[in-house]
């Protein structure tokens, strides 16, 4: 596979994929993007509409791990538990999470964003008071989920690069992990994804996505 690491806009790094002609994050600013779709409207809207002991969090494409690693800051600042669940077939090789730019050295974020990407596969490792991570190095096709899920962080690459990660098949397994009332999230609004979306049974909100981007999509089950 052929990965480059390239600037965004806020000065964070992300990953061109070539094979796809496709980025990870937003260009826009890969910080901004994962902190606007993910954690504040997905994860802080969530917490602020049903208050819960754990929010269970459940990942499509652990990628860099920025979601994560945000997630886990943002519940530390806010004395949150959260259960972070999520999946990757094709986990990134040490160089490359080495020399990505995401937190300074110094601070304690860095250390869990680099053991984050240490840790052993289908185990669940314990970050803080708060926060807990289990990941598995499987397909969203093929991986069997019995947890029931609060939040779902639907961050696969786009429908035009990828058309097999947005079947009705695959969002219809999303669904049926997830708890009533709870939500999907993600940088996608096209039309047919909307569609389907309401087909399954999801109600879909178009709200304003990150620098850049005029929508994005959170949908409530
Ligand atoms: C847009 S990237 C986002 C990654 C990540 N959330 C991040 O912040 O870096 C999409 C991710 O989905 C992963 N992926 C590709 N095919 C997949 C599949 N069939 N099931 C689950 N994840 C997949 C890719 O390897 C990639 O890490």
Redesign the pocket.
Known sequence: MSLKIINTSDGSHTIYNSELNET??SINGSIKE?MHVYVEEGLNYFQKKAKKEVYKIF?????????FVLSYLFSEEKKINIEYHS????PLTDGIIKKLNYFNTELKEREIYLNSHSQKFNSKIIYSDFCSLRKEKE???EIRINNSFDIIYF???APSK?PS?WTLQNLNKIFTCMSDGSILVTYCSSGKFKRDLKEIGFNVEIIPGPIGKKEMVRATK
């Open positions: 990870y994050h994962s990942e499509v494409g652990f990628g860099t791990g920025l979601n999946i990757e077939p094709y397909t969203l096709e961050d696969a690459f990828q990660m």
